[in-house]
Structure formats: C-alpha cells, structure tokens
C-alpha cells in the first residue's frame, strides 16, 4: 500500500514538475530581458536578481517552523498557489504608469519568496520516495526529461518574443496557467510521516558552532560563496546579449538554450558518476569549469563561440546542480533534511543577493575591457569564482566511495577512458 502511494506520488510529482518546468521556460527565463524591454538600469537589474534571493533565503529558513504548524504538503500548496496568482501583477507591471523597476522588483521578490517557501518541503518529500542509492540516477533522468520540457518551453517563448508585439503578456500568461496546473498535481502528494518531528533550529549561528568538522555547514558557505561569484555576473549576461551586442529575442534564446542542451545530454553522464564516485568529486570537477565560463565571454562576441561557451556551461553546471542536491540529500537525516536544506538556501540567497547588488553597482565604476564595463565584471566573477572551489579541499563525501581525480573523471563523463562499468539508464515509475 505505501509503496503504492509513493508511485502514485512519483507520478503526479512528474506531472507537476513538466508544468513548472513550462512556467520556468517561459516565465522565469524571459523576466531579465522583460526588464531590459521595459528599459531598467542595470543597478535596477541588479536589485532584480538581488532581493528576490534576499527574501526567498530568509523564508526558507524560516520555513521548517512553518511545517511544523502545517505539515509539509499544506506548506507547499498555500505557497504554489500565491506563487501562481502574484503572475498577475508581475504581468501588468508593462501597464503601468508609475515606477515599473520598483513595482516589478517588488513583484519579482513576492514570487520568488512564495516559490522558495514551498522548496525545502518538496525536497523532504522527495527524499523519503527516493531511496538514496538511487537519487543520482532517478534525478538525473527526472532532470533530463524536465529539462527538455524546460527548453522547448524557452525556445517557443523566444519565438512568440519575436514575432508578436505582446509577446510578453502571452507568455507569461502562459506561465500562470501552467503553475496552476502544476499546483492541481502537487494536490496529489502522499505525505509520509517523518518518524519525528522536523528539526528546526531557529539560531541561525548554531549551525556554525561545529564549523570545522561539520562538512554540511563549510559546503553551505561555499555555496554562498560560490553563487556570490556567479551572480557577479549572471543578472547581466542578458545586458551584455540584447543591449551591447544587439542581440534579436530569437538569437539571444538559441545561444541560451543552447547550454540546456548540453545539460540534457550529459545529465545521465554525471548521475551514473555521482552514484560510483561520489557527489564531492563531481563537485570538484564541475566548480572548476564553473570558474573559468564568464572570463570567456571576453575573448570574442561570436555568435558561433558563445554558442561553444554556451555548451561547455550546460555540461559544467549539469554535474554541479545534480550533485550539489544529492550530497545535501546525503547529509541530512530525515528530520533534519528540511532544516538543512533552509540553511543551505539562506546562505546560497545571501550569496545571490550579495553577488547581484555588487554586480549591479560595481559596473558603472569598473574599467573597461575592449571598451565594456560588463567584460571586467565577467572577469571578476571568475576569478572569486575559482576562490570558492578552493573550499572543497576541506569537504568529504558522505559516502564510501572510489576516490579519483578531476581530470580522470573528466576524461571517463565525455566517454574517453571510463572509470565505471555498463549501468541501467532507465527509471520506472509504475
């Protein structure tokens, strides 16, 4: 009967994470170029990236409290279904008169917070369905196939984008509705118990108390510092494409989907790896390409390079992304896995919030690389980038695990010199 319930579960958690994957191909993926279209500055881009993570960190470090009272899968509903309403101001910022940057960022921020509120219970729920031998290889087929969903959903919005004058209000449209049906799936979950009550530690500093032998928490304040590096950049990226080089909608989604591609591709690679040699390797190998990315974009404007740039990141950023979630998953016991996930997302969001506000205000009084402010920020956020990895030195891996080296798991993920035998590439959800 369990057994059965979690099936069932599987299934509707596939459903409702095609249709969010629709909503975030749409939606979430086009709201940067909907601020340029709208024509904020980059302080107000940055402030885009920024507070949305700021709050969403915080609520979801607050959230286990909130299970507490509600239970995970109440958590999660109440928290899908005003993430899906607050669509309506966020489309009709492109209406209004007044100050569009402070209404959207406010829009942005409400809608991301609710998203956030709903994560670390969804997570919870996953990691009693999912046994843990089985997490690279069942999220990375998940991931692979959401994935997809997730490009198309990208590509035809581009399309829509550039052909049609409200193409911004069709998508988005598009986007809320999607989330309502994702919302009528989740109204499926089974909740099992957790056997205890959820750990909730409401002092924040607790956690680093045991800093220097607790694994969990120094690979959390990499995270942060690690996605501090990234959104040095990342807000302006779609700057650099539609602004500077004059990118059309339709050129601008073909070399970022591309990198999607590359992650679908080796999603597979990298969850028969995480399962064999363990999450903190892949990591290691991941964060390395990770820190060399934006510093390529200095090297030419070529559509035909960034496309190549574009490649190599989905490859990188698919081995971080599984391995990142499957080692938290490894970390953290069942009563404390929503916990630990709250204060992995607060400190990866006071990254974010930090990394995007920096962004945003350092540009204007940075130097120029071949004549643009945006290239040296690039720069910088590799090389902070690269600061971050060093951290993993000190981390081990949960399991017991073949060690190997960086560059041999390289070699052995793009088919070379494979360090792991034949594995099954399918998973069954009856």
């Not at 470090?61 to 309506?88: D, E, M």
């Amino acid at each position: 009967m369990l057994k059965n319930k979690i099936r069932k579960s599987l299934k509707n958690s596939f459903l409702d994470g095609a249709f969010f994957s629709v909503m975030f191909g749409a939606g979430d993926a086009y709201l940067n170029p909907y601020a340029i279209w709208m024509q904020l500055t980059p302080q107000q881009i940055g402030l885009l990236s920024s507070f949305p993570g700021l709050f969403s960190s915080v609520a979801q470090y607050k959230s286990p409290a909130i299970v507490n009272i509600l239970g995970r899968k109440k958590t999660i509903l109440i928290s899908v279904f005003l993430q899906a309403l607050v669509w309506v101001p966020i489309i009709a910022t492109a209406f209004i008169t007044g100050n569009k940057g402070l209404f959207l960022i406010f829009s942005v921020t409400l809608y991301s917070t609710f998203n956030a509120l709903s994560g670390p219970a969804w997570a919870s729920l996953m990691g009693q369905y999912i046994p843990s031998d089985k997490r690279g290889l069942y999220f990375s087929w998940r991931n692979k196939i959401l994935g997809f969903i997730t490009l198309l959903s990208t590509f035809f919005a581009g399309i829509i984008l550039y052909f049609f004058k409200l193409g911004f209000f069709i998508i988005f449209s598009v986007a809320a509705g999607c989330r309502f049906i994702s919302f009528f799936f989740l109204t499926k979950y089974y909740e099992p118990k957790t056997g205890n009550k959820i750990v909730n530690r409401d002092n924040f500093f607790l956690y680093f108390k045991n800093f220097s032998s607790d694994d969990f928490v120094k690979f959390s304040v990499f995270a942060g510092l690690m996605s501090f590096a990234v959104y040095l950049s990342v807000p302006f990226f779609a700057v650099y494409m539609l602004r500077d080089l004059g990118f059309s909608y339709l050129k601008y989604t073909i070399v970022t989907t591309s990198a999607s591609v590359t992650l679908l591709l080796t999603l597979s690679a990298w969850g028969k790896h995480a399962d064999s040699v363990g999450n903190i390797s892949v990591i290691k190998l991941s964060a390395m390409m990770i820190s060399v990315l934006p510093a390529l974009w200095i090297f030419s404007s070529s559509t035909i390079y960034l496309l190549t740039v574009q490649i190599f990141a989905g490859f990188a950023w698919g081995g971080f992304n599984l391995a990142v979630m499957n080692f938290i998953y490894d970390k953290s016991a069942k009563e404390k896995r929503i916990s630990n996930f709250s204060f992995f997302n607060l400190i990866n969001g006071l990254g974010i919030f930090a990394g995007s506000i920096t962004g945003g205000f350092l540009i204007p009084n940075l130097p120029a690389i071949s004549g643009n402010k945006i290239l040296t920020l690039f720069l910088i956020s590799a090389i902070v980038r690269f600061i971050a990895s060093v951290m993993l030195s000190n981390i081990k891996d949960s399991k017991n695990v073949r060690t190997v080296g960086s560059f041999e798991l390289f070699f052995s993920i793009i088919g070379i010199k494979p360090i792991i035998g034949v594995q099954q590439d399918t998973v069954r959800i009856e």
